[in-house]
């Protein structure tokens, strides 16, 4: 049950990165020689043939043809060169054009594009911008509009937002004129092919080992947990990760916005919202699910993000027998959290007393728990909090562990500890007697965890 405790003398940094993939960077002589081939290949090729192949024939043959061209043509550039031009050629016709070299980078956690020439990415929690280009503003339409029909979706004028999800379930959203004033603008959310698991988050200096124990009894003895934290703060992640810790024998719903939960437990349903259609029908929300998933039998529920009125209906779940649900939230602070999750339950349309909402939300939920990214890029869990019930009109919060801050390093790294605040929690008696002991050291103020 215990995650493996990290080597005694190791520090909790991250480990050693993948390296990351150089993308080709054409020449304009290049760069001439790459759109010459690319539009005689369009005009040779019979794109109708190459929609009945599979992607992996599909690309051997616009790859063999565009070696063949250039031979033809005796462009003078060296193989290498040519290699990457056919490739790029593969990239443009069936695959995202410049991007693809970003979409294959491990170390790339996020692709921004503002306009063609502007293409940034994310790694190791910064952003740097890159040297890839789009051609002009029709290739970078082309490229939007080919993610968004291959999910049944349009954008135009008529409707110049979408949010779509490529075939990894990566999160895309794409916004155009006339709302992005300086051109089309691209947002890709990686999805991580390799699920983190709680040993990662110690030896990345997330939270420690005691922490990491204190929340697998969290989710084995079934409390009620919220996630909170800004965008890009691993709150996905730690619901990944805390999902790890429920049996196996348990059934679980998963509802979803877009799809990003890696669960390898052998019960699980995975749901998905969708939105409407061009006609403005079908569309199927979060709340929906939610109630649809009170009739599946379910043993948990894990929403993937709260956003609206689903919170009523995840709250009256949490109350009636569906307990060790999880679920996350865009906040600040754990305060904050309960304020949103209280604003929420009024969109649901139902006119409840502010005193009514807020202890079904203090019988609801048990555990809240702050991420915060800092400056350095590293995610980290900043506040542990229990839910004790209600003061008058007040909902009571403890906080049991919290991390603090003493400064920055030399390379702008955070310095800082993880600490308990000498609370013992209501919960640990809870733990105890489903057999899951917690040493009370753990919660000694003097004791650096």
């Given at each position: 049950?215990?995650?493996?405790?990290?080597?005694?003398?190791?520090?909790?940094?991250?480990?050693?990165?993948?390296?990351?993939?150089?993308?080709?960077?054409?020449?304009?002589?290049?760069?001439?020689?790459?759109?010459?081939?690319?539009?005689?290949?369009?005009?040779?090729?019979?794109?109708?043939?190459?929609?009945?192949?599979?992607?992996?024939?599909?690309?051997?043959?616009?790859?063999?043809?565009?070696?063949?061209?250039?031979?033809?043509?005796?462009?003078?550039?060296?193989?290498?060169?040519?290699?990457?031009?056919?490739?790029?050629?593969?990239?443009?016709?069936?695959?995202?054009?410049?991007?693809?070299?970003?979409?294959?980078?491990?170390?790339?956690?996020?692709?921004?594009?503002?306009?063609?020439?502007?293409?940034?990415?994310?790694?190791?929690?910064?952003?740097?911008?890159?040297?890839?280009?789009?051609?002009?503003?029709?290739?970078?339409?082309?490229?939007?509009?080919?993610?968004?029909?291959?999910?049944?979706?349009?954008?135009?004028?008529?409707?110049?937002?979408?949010?779509?999800?490529?075939?990894?379930?990566?999160?895309?959203n794409a916004i155009i004129p006339p709302l992005a004033l300086d051109g089309a603008m691209l947002s890709i959310r990686r999805f991580a092919r390799?699920?983190?698991?709680?040993?990662?988050?110690?030896?990345?200096?997330?939270?420690?080992?005691?922490?990491?124990?204190?929340?697998?009894?969290?989710?084995?003895?079934?409390?009620?947990?919220?996630?909170?934290?800004?965008?890009?703060?691993?709150?996905?992640?730690?619901?990944?990760?805390?999902?790890?810790?429920?049996?196996?024998?348990?059934?679980?719903?998963?509802?979803?916005?877009?799809?990003?939960?890696?669960?390898?437990?052998?019960?699980?349903?995975?749901?998905?919202?969708?939105?409407?259609?061009?006609?403005?029908?079908?569309?199927?929300?979060?709340?929906?699910?939610?109630?649809?998933?009170?009739?599946?039998?379910?043993?948990?529920?894990?929403?993937?993000?709260?956003?609206?009125?689903?919170?009523?209906?995840?709250?009256?779940?949490?109350?009636?027998?569906?307990?060790?649900?999880?679920?996350?939230?865009?906040?600040?602070?754990?305060?904050?959290?309960?304020?949103?999750?209280?604003?929420?339950?009024?969109?649901?349309?139902?006119?409840?007393?502010?005193?009514?909402?807020?202890?079904?939300?203090?019988?609801?939920?048990?555990?809240?728990?702050?991420?915060?990214?800092?400056?350095?890029?590293?995610?980290?869990?900043?506040?542990?909090?229990?839910?004790?019930?209600?003061?008058?009109?007040?909902?009571?919060?403890?906080?049991?562990?919290?991390?603090?801050?003493?400064?920055?390093?030399?390379?702008?790294?955070?310095?800082?500890?993880?600490?308990?605040?000498?609370?013992?929690?209501?919960?640990?008696?809870?733990?105890?007697?489903?057999?899951?002991?917690?040493?009370?050291?753990m919660f000694d103020p003097d004791r650096k965890l």
């Amino acid at each position: 049950m215990r995650p493996a405790p990290v080597r005694p003398g190791a520090s909790p940094t991250a480990p050693p990165a993948p390296a990351a993939i150089e993308p080709w960077i054409p020449t304009p002589q290049e760069e001439e020689w790459l759109r010459r081939i690319h539009q005689a290949l369009l005009q040779q090729l019979e794109l109708s043939r190459l929609g009945l192949l599979d992607e992996a024939a599909a690309r051997r043959e616009i790859r063999e043809q565009a070696l063949r061209m250039m031979t033809d043509l005796s462009v003078p550039l060296s193989v290498h060169v040519r290699q990457q031009m056919a490739q790029r050629i593969e990239d443009e016709i069936l695959g995202l054009g410049p991007l693809e070299p970003l979409l294959l980078d491990p170390t790339v956690s996020d692709i921004l594009v503002n306009g063609p020439e502007k293409v940034f990415v994310e790694r190791g929690g910064k952003l740097e911008p890159t040297a890839l280009r789009f051609r002009d503003e029709a290739h970078l339409m082309t490229i939007i509009d080919r993610i968004v029909t291959r999910v049944g979706r349009r954008i135009d004028e008529a409707s110049p937002m979408v949010d779509a999800r490529l075939p990894d379930g990566s999160r895309v959203n794409a916004i155009i004129p006339p709302l992005a004033l300086d051109g089309a603008m691209l947002s890709i959310r990686r999805f991580a092919r390799d699920r983190m698991a709680i040993e990662d988050f110690i030896r990345i200096g997330t939270l420690t080992e005691p922490i990491a124990r204190v929340l697998e009894g969290i989710v084995r003895c079934r409390l009620n947990v919220l996630i909170s934290g800004g965008t890009g703060s691993g709150k996905t992640t730690m619901l990944n990760v805390m999902s790890g810790f429920i049996p196996a024998n348990e059934r679980i719903l998963t509802i979803e916005d877009s799809a990003e939960l890696q669960l390898r437990q052998p019960h699980v349903g995975r749901m998905e919202t969708r939105p409407a259609n061009i006609e403005g029908r079908g569309n199927v929300t979060q709340r929906d699910l939610v109630r649809n998933a009170l009739r599946m039998r379910p043993d948990r529920i894990i929403v993937g993000e709260v956003r609206g009125g689903e919170a009523l209906d995840m709250l009256q779940a949490m109350n009636t027998g569906h307990d060790g649900s999880l679920t996350t939230i865009h906040a600040n602070t754990p305060r904050d959290a309960l304020s949103r999750i209280e604003n929420m339950v009024a969109m649901a349309g139902v006119d409840l007393p502010t005193k009514a909402v807020r202890s079904q939300i203090a019988s609801a939920i048990d555990i809240v728990i702050q991420l915060e990214r800092m400056e350095d890029g590293r995610r980290r869990l900043v506040s542990l909090q229990e839910i004790q019930g209600m003061e008058g009109d007040i909902v009571t919060m403890a906080e049991i562990f919290r991390f603090e801050r003493e400064g920055l390093d030399a390379d702008g790294n955070v310095v800082g500890a993880f600490v308990a605040t000498g609370l013992v929690p209501h919960f640990h008696d809870h733990l105890r007697r489903r057999g899951l002991e917690l040493d009370l050291a753990m919660f000694d103020p003097d004791r650096k965890l």
